[in-house]
């Protein structure tokens, strides 16, 4: 059992899980103790396949820097959204995903109730203050009843839970460092993003938030 951090509430499980909504649930905390050895990895990535600010299809350039690692890395520039096999700064494979992330992000997900969940794709977000991340759709995987587990690490942020129209007035939700956070089922394409990030020093990470994605794309 993984040692349980702040508060429990009354939709929370024995295990210091808080069910969300139907298809989300959060651990809080729950990668606390791994966050160095993450920390470790995630630079590791970075070293072949920097973090970098992507052009969306609109001409924007995005506040959320982002590299990624596993089979598939997610791309946007002028001609859209998309996952690729290489990092088109390089031509190379996308680094490797560590069997340490994979591992958290697949026993996360059984915990949630979705067993047999092997991402193909980890998306490394990196914020520093001011940084967000307008609402949207995670729509781009070929097969979205696989979930979507995050990690968040470093500063705080303000995640926006939204509905199924961009309208949809969103929760609320503080994700904090060593937070696991997993979408499927029928909250799987809720709009969702983050609030432009406070100003802050993490003893980790000093001014910044940093979140993985793993998803089944392929
Ligand atoms: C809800 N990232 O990379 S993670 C993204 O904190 C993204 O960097 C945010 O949204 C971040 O696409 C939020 C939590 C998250 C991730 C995927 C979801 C929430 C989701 C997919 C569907 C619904
Ligand atoms: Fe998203």
């Given at each position: 059992?993984?040692?349980?951090?702040?508060?429990?509430?009354?939709?929370?499980?024995?295990?210091?899980?808080?069910?969300?909504?139907?298809?989300?649930?959060?651990?809080?905390?729950?990668?606390?103790?791994?966050?160095?050895?993450?920390?470790?990895?995630?630079?590791?990535?970075?070293?072949?396949?920097?973090?970098?600010?992507?052009?969306?299809?609109?001409?924007?350039?995005?506040?959320?820097?982002?590299?990624?690692?596993?089979?598939?890395?997610?791309?946007?520039?002028?001609?859209?959204?998309?996952?690729?096999?290489?990092?088109?700064?390089?031509?190379?494979?996308?680094?490797?995903?560590?069997?340490?992330?994979?591992?958290?992000?697949?026993?996360?997900?059984?915990?949630?109730?979705?067993?047999?969940?092997?991402?193909?794709?980890?998306?490394?977000?990196?914020?520093?203050?001011?940084?967000?991340?307008?609402?949207?759709?995670?729509k781009d995987e070929r097969d979205p009843s696989h979930p979507v587990v995050?990690?968040?690490?470093?500063?705080?942020?303000?995640?926006?839970?939204?509905?199924?129209?961009?309208?949809?007035?969103?929760?609320?939700?503080?994700?904090?460092?060593?937070?696991?956070?997993?979408?499927?089922?029928?909250?799987?394409?809720?709009?969702?993003?983050?609030?432009?990030?406070?100003?802050?020093?993490?003893?980790?990470?000093?001014?910044?938030?940093?979140?993985?994605?793993?998803?089944?794309?392929?």
């Open positions: 059992m993984m040692p349980v951090s702040g508060q429990l509430f009354d939709n929370a499980d024995p295990d210091g899980s808080e069910r969300i909504g139907e298809g989300t649930v959060l651990f809080r905390g729950r990668l606390a103790d791994r966050a160095e050895e993450i920390i470790d990895a995630i630079r590791q990535i970075a070293e072949p396949s920097p973090f970098r600010h992507l052009i969306t299809p609109g001409g924007h350039r995005m506040s959320v820097s982002m590299t990624s690692c596993g089979e598939l890395g997610w791309m946007s520039d002028r001609k859209g959204y998309r996952y690729t096999s290489t990092d088109p700064r390089n031509n190379q494979p996308w680094p490797a995903m560590p069997s340490l992330l994979a591992d958290l992000a697949t026993a996360a997900a059984a915990d949630a109730g979705f067993d047999h969940y092997r991402p193909d794709a980890c998306l490394i977000n990196r914020y520093r203050p001011g940084t967000k991340l307008s609402l949207h759709q995670d995050s990690f968040s690490l470093g500063l705080p942020a303000t995640f926006l839970w939204g509905g199924f129209k961009r309208s949809d007035k969103p929760q609320r939700l503080l994700l904090e460092h060593g937070d696991i956070l997993v979408f499927g089922g029928p909250d799987r394409l809720r709009y969702h993003g983050i609030l432009p990030l406070p100003d802050g020093e993490h003893p980790l990470l000093g001014a910044q938030r940093i979140n993985l994605t793993f998803r089944k794309a392929g």
